[in-house]
């Protein structure tokens, strides 16, 4: 998350890195522990992860 939220990675190459088959295995891993669609998540502010990645 730090990688992608600082522009050092693209989330295609996040998703490659941890060896998904494809964006739809990840969507719906992500959904399954976030209770949202990454694309939901990504759009909205999110306080608690920009103070987590000041760190």
């Known amino acids: 998350m730090r990688k992608y939220e600082s522009g050092k990675i693209k989330l295609i190459d996040l998703i490659?890195?941890?060896d998904y088959y494809?964006?739809?295995h990840f969507s719906k891993d992500?959904?399954?522990f976030m209770n949202e669609t990454p694309q939901s998540y990504f759009k909205k502010d999110n306080?608690?992860?920009e103070e987590y990645l000041k760190e």
């Open 16 to 18: 490659q890195m941890y």
């Open 22 to 24: 494809d964006h739809s």
């Open 30 to 32: 992500f959904q399954l």
């Open 47 to 49: 306080h608690l992860l």
